[in-house]
């Protein structure tokens, strides 16, 4: 994969290289177009890479545990999907119990949200939609009308909650 972009951060940690990779123009306008992560196992001809887009989630994890000195978090991330992608294509056996280990997880959070979508009340779901409309709104004004939004979005909230109440 070849992208016009900089090294911003790499690191050896354990047999992996990590590389970040950023488009700064492009970062500096709020994109994360052209950035990316590229994580290699060091030796043998980079046996085994793999990159993760900067609008991934781990992304953004991983470059901020490199920023803090947790290379453990690194080196856990990269083994375990060494491994998955290793061991994958040797066992069949291995493959169903990954997946089915990856369903049942699915399943739990699944019944988990469904669980704690169910407890939420009117006045609940009523706050949380205008406080969305409030980030939208939020993100396209302008400095002077963040700070009159900001109030009002206070007293607003503040009134839905009080209404709950009784």
């Not at 991330?77 to 280990?101: G, H, P």
């Not at 169910?118 to 939020?138: C, F, I, N, P, S």
Request: contains cysteine.
């Amino acid at each position: 994969m070849k992208l016009k972009t900089n090294l911003y951060k790499s690191a050896e940690v354990g047999p992996f290289r990590f590389c970040f990779y950023l488009n700064e123009k492009k970062v500096r306008k709020g994109s994360v177009d052209g950035t990316y992560l590229k994580i290699s196992a060091i030796g043998r001809e980079e046996q085994w890479s793999m990159v993760v887009p900067g609008s991934f989630h781990s992304f953004g994890y991983l470059l901020e545990a490199l920023n803090q000195g947790k290379e453990s978090q690194l080196l856990n991330y990269a083994r375990l999907l060494y491994l998955v992608s290793m061991l994958d294509t040797m066992s069949q056996e291995m493959d169903n119990t990954l997946w089915q280990a990856v369903d049942n997880w699915r399943s739990y959070i699944q019944g988990k949200g469904e669980e704690n979508a169910a407890k939420v009340t009117e006045a609940q779901d009523m706050a949380d939609t205008e406080l969305m409309r409030g980030v939208v709104a939020y993100a396209e004004a302008s400095p002077k009308e963040r700070k009159r939004m900001s109030e009002e979005s206070r007293k607003e909230m503040k009134q839905i909650l009080d209404e709950d109440k009784y």
